[in-house]
């Protein structure tokens, strides 16, 4: 505190005293310099009253904390990612599943990938995500197939396809056909005749 007191120069009030001649009243200037003198050291002690409240907060609140606060975290993260990559954890689905997971359990992250429940859930997600890559690309026909529009389905079963069974007319006239002109040629009712 020494440092800011030494460091406050005192503001002396410089008048110009070439224009006072003889009707000077000598007494009133005096006064006059002196007000000034006065009000101007009562400026200097507000503005190194408002200096010393900054210096105390500055000083209550060391930043060198909050970065090491930031680059702690940063560090964690870090080493949360390693340890997700290191037991093949790298879908982001995964790594938020683990995440979670430590956060619910109060655990850290290495200590739930090492747990048997958390193994059992994150292999029913992989599980449910692989299934889903799977049939992604199956299209269903509306419960028809090529193999029931085929002649040979249809002369095996020894029916002849309905409407309902093979929607399509062209198809189900063209199996209709080909199955009287397969019957006209064999002769045989029976397959053992």
Excluded: C
Excluded at 6 to 25: A, N, R, S, Y
Excluded at 85 to 105: C, F, N, Q, Y
Excluded at 181 to 187: D, K, M, P, V
């Amino acid at each position: 505190m020494e440092k800011i007191e030494q460091g406050v120069e005192e503001v002396f009030v410089e008048e110009d005293l070439t224009k006072l001649d003889d009707t000077t009243d000598w007494k009133a200037k005096t006064v006059e310099i002196e007000q000034k003198r006065r009000e101007e050291g009562i400026r200097n002690r507000e503005r190194t009253k408002a200096l010393r409240e900054q210096l105390k907060t500055i000083q209550e609140k060391p930043p060198a904390k909050v970065e090491n606060k930031k680059s702690d975290e940063l560090l964690l993260e870090k080493l949360e990612k390693v340890t997700l990559r290191s037991e093949g954890i790298t879908h982001p689905d995964d790594v938020e599943l683990a995440r979670s997971t430590a956060k619910k359990w109060g655990m850290d992250v290495d200590e739930v990938v090492a747990d048997e429940d958390f193994k059992v859930k994150l292999g029913r997600q992989q599980t449910a995500r692989a299934n889903v890559a799977a049939t992604a690309g199956v299209k269903g026909g509306g419960g028809t197939s090529d193999a029931k529009n085929s002649l040979e389905y249809w002369a095996s079963k020894g029916t002849l396809p309905t409407k309902e069974q093979v929607p399509d007319r062209k198809t189900r006239a063209s199996i209709i056909r080909a199955m009287a002109a397969s019957s006209q040629t064999s002769g045989k009712k029976f397959y053992n005749d």
